[in-house]
């Protein structure tokens, strides 16, 4: 069984910057993702990563989020960059002890799931 846990969300103005973390534990686990939701929609995609370091990432973040990863120490960080308050979320970290080739898994593929952390970014 894997846990994970993500810190560093918060409040933020627009334009600033938050770097969230997830930390794996339990196991060691391949791909890595980070997903937000707002109430009453769907989960979606912001980014993830493979074990070798592939990313992918969702078409609203392209260019202001980074995702990385370091493998030893089971840990995760999604880089956010130029904020809005589009960005307003509940974000969640998700894992699996697969590992895949390509970067591009649906949200099926992640059985582990952490609690979430809010990003609120004012306007």
């Known amino acids: 069984q894997v846990q994970l846990v993500e810190s560093g969300g918060g409040l933020v103005q627009a334009g600033g910057s938050l770097t969230l973390s997830c930390i794996a534990s339990g196991s060691s686990v391949g791909h890595m993702a980070w997903y937000r939701q707002i109430p009453e929609k769907q989960r979606d995609l912001v980014a993830q990563?493979?074990?070798?370091?592939?990313?992918d990432y969702g078409d609203s973040v392209q260019g202001r989020f980074t995702i990385s990863r370091d493998n030893a120490k089971n840990t995760a960080w999604l880089h956010m960059n130029n904020l809005q308050p589009e960005d307003t979320a509940v974000y969640y970290c998700?894992?699996?002890?697969?590992?895949?080739?390509?970067?591009?898994?649906?949200?099926?593929?992640?059985?582990?799931w952490g609690q979430g952390t809010q990003v609120t970014v004012s306007s």
């Open positions: 998700a894992a699996t002890r697969r590992r895949f080739t390509s970067p591009r898994l649906v949200a099926s593929n992640y059985p582990y």
């Open positions: 990563i493979t074990s070798g370091g592939l990313t």
